[in-house]
């Protein structure tokens, strides 16, 4: 299996500030996800972070607002722009693991919460 | 994508099986059934997934209709530590990642 590491794990933020998520995979992936999942709530698909491209972005959100870095086959960030309280969520990153098996991998997630 | 229908919540002893049903009688026939599960506050962790026979690992077994509307996922000997929200979702493979993951069944372990 593919070993997700997310920094931070948690963070608390003020209203209108920005926080970048990092997400690090001890070995090379070839797709990489943010998901979002609201207190009490299923998880969303936020983007598909593209190697060497710009992110995919589902419904619903835009670069501006979470821009998504991929400099290479393990490593990713998110970045939650001008944050809101509206904005408090775990924040999952997720690899695909085509050559393990069909099955996804979650990393441990980032509790964020905006004041 | 096909929905998933699962009970709200379950209790369950320590060292007994724990049976959780999943109804997905929309399914399609290129669609896998997965199941998740998510420990307070963890990121969701991959338990098993099938297409139509029935799947056994280290953690648990999969049990699939013939029809394949409904699957079971048995822990063989539940232990407290297995206490989290379980989701049945389908997926079309490897291209699928809009998990919709549901209310899943919240299942209680209990000493």
């Known amino acids: 299996s593919a070993v997700i590491s997310q920094k931070p794990s948690r963070d608390i933020c003020q209203r209108g500030t920005s926080l970048t998520i990092q997400c690090q995979v001890d070995s090379q992936v070839t797709m990489m996800f943010w998901y979002r999942q609201q207190p009490g709530q299923s998880l969303t698909l936020i983007a598909t972070?593209?190697?060497?491209?710009?992110?995919?972005?589902e419904s619903g959100f835009v670069i501006d607002k979470f821009p998504i870095s991929r400099p290479n086959l393990t490593f990713s960030t998110l970045t939650v722009s001008n944050m809101s309280p509206e904005d408090s969520s775990i924040y999952l990153c997720?690899?695909?693991?085509?050559?393990?098996?069909?099955?996804?991998?979650f990393g441990s997630g980032t509790q964020l919460s905006v004041l | 994508d096909a929905k998933t229908t699962q009970p709200t919540s379950m209790d369950c002893a320590e060292g007994r099986a724990a049976n959780l049903p999943c109804n997905h009688s929309t399914i399609s026939g290129n669609e896998y059934v997965y199941w998740y599960r998510q420990i307070h506050s963890q990121g969701p962790q991959y338990i098993i997934h099938?297409?139509?026979n029935n799947e056994t690992n280290e953690m648990a077994s999969l049990i699939i209709t013939e029809d394949r509307k409904s699957s079971t996922l048995i822990l063989p000997h539940a232990t407290l530590r297995d206490t989290a929200v379980y989701y049945c979702?389908?997926?079309?493979?490897?291209?699928?990642?809009?998990?919709?993951f549901g209310a899943g069944t919240t299942v209680t372990v209990r000493a």
């Open positions: 979702i389908v997926l079309r493979g490897a291209n699928d990642y809009k998990l919709s």
């Open positions: 972070a593209n190697q060497g491209s710009e992110a995919t972005y």
């Open positions: 997720s690899v695909d693991s085509v050559g393990l098996g069909e099955k996804l991998f």
């Open positions: 099938g297409l139509k």
